[in-house]
Every structure is written in C-alpha cells, then in structure tokens.
C-alpha cells in the first residue's frame, strides 16, 4: 500500500525541520513494520509562503526522494493547499496533516491500521484539547455543536487529520464547487468510516497561522456553505418583527380612539424605528453572504494554481 502524507505550510520555517525529521522517521517505521510500501511519500504544499518555507523543501526533496512539494502560485488559504495536495499526490490512501506538530503523529500508524480493516476514511479526533485556550476550546465545541444544530453533518472535534482512501478521493473530485469545506463535504462522501482519538499537543515552533479572524471566515463559510437555516431565520424573524409591530400599531390606535390617550412620542417612535432598521441591515448582510457565495461559484475560477513541483 502506497502511502501519501500531505502537510500544508504557510511560513513554516521554523517548525519545518522537526516536522520533517519527525515525518521521517515515521515513514521508515511504516515500512519497516510492513504496513506501507517503500515508494510512500510526503509532499509539503506551500501556500504562498514569504519565508524560506519552499527553499526548505526543496533542499529536503533534493536529499531524500520520499520527500515532495508543490508550490502554489500565491497564498489560497489552508483549503485549498490542502485540496491541491489531495488532487496532485498518487498514494493508494492520503492523509492530511499541519505542519504545527500539534497533532499526534503516532495516530497516523492506528490510521492505517484502520484502513486496513475496511475504512475508506479515517477521522483523526481530539480527545483533550488543553493545548487550546479556554476561549478558543469553548468556541470551537461551541461551533460544533451549532453546526450539528443546523443540520450540518461534521465530526465532533475533527479538524483536517484524517486518512482518505483513493476511492474517496475520486468520489471527492466530482464536487466541483469553489468555496470547499472540508470538514463539512467529506462527511456527505459516504463510505465505510473510523476514528482515531488522540490528544492534540503544544505547537512545537513558529506561530500559528490561524488568527481569530481567520477562525471566524472559515466557520462562517461552512455555516453558510451547508445551511440555509439562516435565511429561514430571516423569514421568521420577520413574522415574529410584522407580528410585533401590528400589535403596537393596533395597541396606540385603541389607545388614541377609545381611551382619549396620547401615545408616548419619541421613545414608542424612535426606539422600533431603529428596531426595524437594525434587522433589515442584519437581514440584508446575511442574504449578502449567501449571494456573494453564489456570485463566486458562477464565476468557476480555480482555487489554485501550482507554480511548480517537485
């Protein structure tokens, strides 16, 4: 069995070394113990790093012809190096993994032990995530179980670790759109599937790459890649605001015709005035989103061009 691991890097030069000394060693134990061929490879993807990121691969790749990279013509985001390298490599399985180290290396051998036994895809899940900030661990299992929520069908706790067989990866190549998540597509693939727990570690080096910003884009993009609960939301909101509104428009007409009262001015004008306004805006941002996904998919632009390889 052909093993292929991809590993991803954006301004890695500081991690790259031990990631691969460490990646390394792992392939030499894989094949000694018989669970992968002598022809497995890793292939380092570099999205556009500004550092000396892809020189670095290339002197690996020189040494060693187990070592591979390609270079993305400019920075696509974590997906897309990580779709680039699921369509480029030719292992009969492929597994992902960040060049961070935070993941547990070992459980690349339980991996592939499970495919052996039958899995088409083998999920890498965090079991303990005391490397994460209090923020950042409650967020993210937070996000989760939105998702779930809405209706989305993703792996508690699962990033982009995990083993894919070449069978899921052709099944993966007919899903043409641009705005790809991963996390939330593989899932809808099928296939018989395993998971692999492991406790998920300190970044070993360098700074991680996935600012809060970024954490935000990427779990807005598959909240609206893969719901549409939020444009129902909208719907309903509006019931509920018309409903609302028809209720004190009616209350302030008896209040004036039968009672001889005077409605309270401003406060009663002003406050539902900027009321409605601010759900309109919301509303429209939202449509905004799903639009604009709509609007980038007409287009068909790649979602990477490969500058060279090696």
Known sequence: MNLAIIVPCFNEEDVFPTTLDLLIKLLKQLVKEGLVSQDSTVT???????????????????????????KLSRNRGHQNALIAGLMSVNGD??????????????????????????????????????????????????????????????????????????????????????????????????????????KRKERFAGETKYSTGKMLALAWDGLTSFSSL?????????????????????????????FNGSVPGWASTVIPMYFLGGIQLLSLGIIGEYIAKIYAETKHRPRYIIEKSI
Do not use: C
């Not at 509104?245 to 209040?255: D, N, V, Y």
């Open 44 to 70: 380092f993807i570099d999205d556009g790093s500004l550092d000396k990121t892809w020189s670095l691969i290339e002197d690996a790749a020189h040494i060693n012809y187990a070592i591979h990279g390609i």
């Open 230 to 258: 939020p444009l129902r939301w909208i719907t309903i909101l509006g019931f509920i605001v018309s409903i609302f509104s028809f209720t004190i428009g009616g209350w302030a007409l008896i209040t004036r015709l039968f």
């Open 93 to 198: 399985v492929v597994i992902s993994i960040d060049a961070d180290l935070q993941d547990d290396l070992s459980a690349i051998r339980d991996m592939v032990i499970k495919h052996r036994e039958g899995a088409e895809i083998v999920y890498g899940i965090r079991n303990h995530r005391g490397s994460d900030t209090h923020f950042k661990r409650v967020s993210a299992e937070g996000y989760y179980r939105l998702l779930r929520l809405l209706g989305v069908d993703m792996v508690f706790n699962h990033a982009d670790f995990r083993l894919m067989s070449r069978a899921a990866i052709k099944a993966l190549e007919q899903y043409g759109e641009v705005n790809m998540f991963l996390r939330g597509v593989i899932p809808q693939l099928g296939f018989k599937t395993a998971n692999v727990f492991y």
